[in-house]
């Protein structure tokens, strides 16, 4: 199935690019999908201020993903 | 919608915005308001061109930074009795003097006005989903969040209960 992955911040340095089109195996969660990355984008994409976003809305890491859907990668917001 | 809420993109008058709401609301003996501007020295430099090398660039994520910011507004309107309230937040890339956030609450008198306006602004900086980054001499560095933003936003915490 195929997922598309949007790195917001300073996430989007990590990754080298704003978005990501990838083919990940059923059934796979958030962190699955993180693991499947390389391990720096990985290791940055899972630490504890980030938080994740499914088709829009906030989820957990484990939450699981289906075919066609968009999964956000949020840092910490920039402040003042 | 607990009034007028949007993300703007490009330049935006703010005294034509507040003289506008305020015109709407005739009826509010106060309208108390904020002017966030891209400040002129530590975030970016003086100049007034993105090709010089200073700007502040602000990133949101569509389906998220909207409706989080239109639930904040719901919220001020239920803590504070409101007759208005007005939010502006650029996007995009913008230059040293230029506004980047306008918020205006309107009221029959000014102490709920005033509070709504600063909880607004202490929820907006660290609330809603907004990042940026500054254009500096190096290239491109993100805004990290700092603690006093956390502080800020600590005041508004409810009472804990005993």
């Not at chain 1, 989820?59 to 840092?75: I, K, N, T």
């Not at chain 2, 993109?9 to 108390?32: K, M, N, S, T, Y």
């Not at chain 2, 904040?72 to 009795?81: D, N, P, S």
Request: net charge negative.
């Amino acid at each position: 199935m195929e997922v598309t992955l949007v790195f917001l911040g300073r996430l989007e340095d990590a990754a080298g690019g704003a978005q990501r089109i990838i083919a990940v195996e059923p059934p796979s969660c958030i962190a699955n999908i993180a693991q499947s990355l390389e391990p720096d984008l990985c290791a940055a994409l899972l630490k504890e201020d980030v938080r994740f976003a499914l088709n829009g809305a906030l989820v957990q890491r484990h939450c699981s993903v289906s075919d066609g859907d968009e999964v956000a990668f949020l840092p910490p917001v920039s402040g003042g | 919608m607990p009034g007028e809420i949007a993300l703007v993109v490009g330049a935006f008058d703010p005294a034509a915005r507040l003289a506008g709401f305020a015109a709407e609301h005739r009826d509010a003996g106060a309208v108390a308001s904020f002017l966030g501007q891209v400040r002129c020295g530590d975030d970016v430099g003086c100049g007034d061109d993105v090709d010089d090398g200073q700007a502040l660039e602000l990133l949101h994520y569509e389906p998220l930074t909207l409706p989080s910011m239109i639930a904040l507004g719901e919220e001020a309107q239920k803590r504070w009795k409101l007759s208005g309230l007005l939010i502006l937040h650029r996007i995009g890339i913008m230059c040293a003097g230029e506004p980047i956030v306008l918020v205006a609450c309107a009221a029959r008198h000014r102490r709920p006005a005033l509070t709504a306006v600063d909880f607004l602004m202490d929820h907006l900086k660290s609330r809603v989903w907004f990042w940026k980054r500054e254009k500096t001499a190096t290239g491109w560095q993100w805004i990290e969040p700092r603690e006093q933003d956390r502080t800020d936003l600590a005041r508004w915490a409810p009472a804990a209960h005993s």
